[in-house]
């Protein structure tokens, strides 16, 4: 559901494991906001430019800070959203209209 509504404002759906690493640092280098759930495909930051964003999606179970520490030696602005809903498999169900609230909102910047 939040791919369908990202879709609706620009985003486009990218998995990081079905392409090359050159095309993974490519699109991570032209990307100005990445949202995505904790996972590998965020350590894709490190390309980022300064000043870009990432918005991190996590299971309140498996909360880690590696990729807001990543980002912040990087000057990449970072955003958290934690599920409101967490599983122990770490699936979660997130607020859908609250992150794309916070991301229509930084797209206006």
């Not at 280098?29 to 965020?42: S, W």
């Not at 209209?97 to 206006?108: D, G």
């Amino acid at each position: 559901m939040l791919f369908l509504e990202l879709s609706k404002i620009g985003f486009e759906k990218i998995l990081f494991e079905n392409i090359s690493v050159e095309d993974q640092i490519r699109i991570s280098k032209d990307c100005k906001i990445m949202v995505g759930y904790h996972g590998a495909g965020i350590s894709n930051c490190a390309y980022m430019n300064k000043n870009s964003i990432v918005v991190e999606i996590c299971n309140k179970l498996y909360s880690h800070p590696h990729f807001e520490l990543f980002c912040k030696m990087l000057k990449i602005r970072y955003k958290r959203f934690y599920c409101y809903r967490n599983f122990t498999n770490l699936d979660g169900i997130c607020d859908v209209y609250k992150i794309l609230k916070f991301v229509k909102l930084i797209q206006k910047i």
